[in-house]
T-cell receptor, first 118, second 115 residues
Framework: GAGVSQSPRYKVAKRGQDVALRCDPI?????LFWYQQALGQGPEFLTY????????KSGLPSDRFFAERPEGSVSTLKIQRTQQEDSAVYLC????????????????FGNGTRLTVT | AQSVAQPEDQVNVAEGNPLTVKCTYS??????LFWYVQYPNRGLQFLLK??????LVKGSYGFEAEFNKSQTSFHLKKPSALVSDSALYFC?????????????FGKGTHLIIQP
């Protein structure tokens, strides 16, 4: 596929469970981002990878959130001990060049994973 | 800190009429500005960006946006609306040379084009 792929599409978790969300970026894309989109809101930045390096994790809301991209391609966002406030759509996006490149290559978004914590 | 305001939750326009979706931003220095569109249950799609140069930027599907530095605005426009333009539109900003790696998005504006 040519686009960013995210799985699962929907995830229901009971409060306290751990979840793992997967992102397959476009092949060859250097930059990978995770965003959280609450209902009726715009996406909010969580974390940024340049290849395998996590250069910015300033948006992660708590130490229950962890992201990795060990080989510089697929990324996983893990949420431990889920809480109801974690319910949101989690969007992954990739772009061709590093974020500080002045061309500002557009972000290509996946369709997201809708997480519902009950 | 960087922020974006989209003052209208919803904009209604008749098909064939011009449309404007408003966006204002706040950054400490100079901005990179973006518009994205989101269809139901889908991710965001890039429409256009302002990096430098001409204040009027043209993008996908006939959309354009005008960067106005004095008013710190980047309104999205289209001369003639189509029903298929109905979607959720997001404005986003990142400060040039700033510390943030992520874009800051507005809350979004629902654009409804009536036949």
């Amino acid at each position: 596929g040519a686009g960013v792929s995210q799985s699962p599409r929907y995830k229901v978790a009971k409060r306290g469970q751990d979840v793992a969300l997967r992102c397959d970026p476009i092949s060859g894309h250097v930059s990978l981002f995770w965003y959280q989109q609450a209902l009726g809101q715009g996406p909010e930045f969580l974390t940024y990878f340049q290849n395998e390096a996590q250069l910015d994790k300033s948006g992660l809301p708590s130490d229950r959130f962890f992201a990795e991209r060990p080989e510089g391609s697929v990324s996983t966002l893990k949420i431990q001990r889920t809480q109801q406030e974690d319910s949101a759509v989690y969007l992954c996006a990739s772009s061709l060049v590093p974020v500080r490149d002045t061309t500002n290559s557009p972000l290509h978004f996946g369709n997201g994973t809708r997480l519902t914590v009950t | 800190a960087q922020s974006v305001a989209q003052p209208e939750d919803q904009v209604n326009v008749a098909e064939g009429n011009p449309l404007t979706v408003k966006c204002t931003y706040s950054v400490s220095g100079n901005p990179y500005l973006f518009w994205y569109v989101q269809y139901p249950n889908r991710g965001l799609q890039f429409l256009l960006k302002y990096i430098t140069g001409d204040n009027l930027v043209k993008g996908s599907y006939g959309f354009e946006a005008e960067f106005n530095k004095s008013q710190t605005s980047f309104h999205l426009k289209k001369p003639s609306a189509l029903v298929s333009d109905s979607a959720l539109y997001f404005c986003a900003v990142r400060e040039k040379g700033g510390g943030a790696d992520g874009l800051t998005f507005g809350k979004g504006t629902h654009l409804i084009i009536q036949p």
